[in-house]
């Protein structure tokens, strides 16, 4: 049974594109927070971007701002992360999360979300 489901992940050269995407059961995505997470080794689990299900409101890390796109697919239950310009330190495990029945602008950091995927590797280098 899916409840995140990540794919999309892989290799690409710096200055490169992707796309993964994250699969979501309904009872998650009902107004609820969705988000990109991304841990390289060695370093902390960051946030990277999240959507509120309801409006589909959106905020971004940092350092991935003007880079990166969160948006969702309501039909499929899918939430995607458009990935451009990516730099080598975009490398790490990418995972999707969701908190049910919260905004985002309630949450802190990655241990306020409960569910979680497995991850997508992806890998940029220079």
């Known amino acids: 049974q899916v409840q995140l489901e990540e794919s999309g992940g892989g290799s690409v050269q710096a200055g490169g594109s992707l796309k993964p995407s994250c699969i979501v059961s309904?009872?998650?995505?009902?107004?609820?927070?969705i988000g990109w997470f991304r841990q390289a080794p060695g370093k902390e689990r960051e946030k990277v971007a999240r959507?509120?299900?309801?409006?589909?409101?959106?905020d971004y890390g940092a350092s991935v701002m003007g880079r990166f796109s969160i948006s969702r697919e309501r039909a499929k239950n899918t939430v995607y992360l458009q990935m451009s310009m990516l730099k080598p330190e975009d490398t790490g495990i990418y995972y999707c999360?969701?908190?049910?029945?919260?905004?985002?602008?309630?949450?802190?950091?990655?241990?306020?979300?409960?569910?979680w995927g497995q991850g997508t590797q992806v890998t940029v280098s220079s």
């Open positions: 999360a969701a908190q049910r029945r919260t905004a985002c602008s309630r949450l802190n950091g990655p241990g306020d979300f409960h569910f």
């Open positions: 309904e009872y998650l995505i009902i107004r609820s927070c």
């Open positions: 959507i509120y299900t309801d409006g589909d409101s959106t």
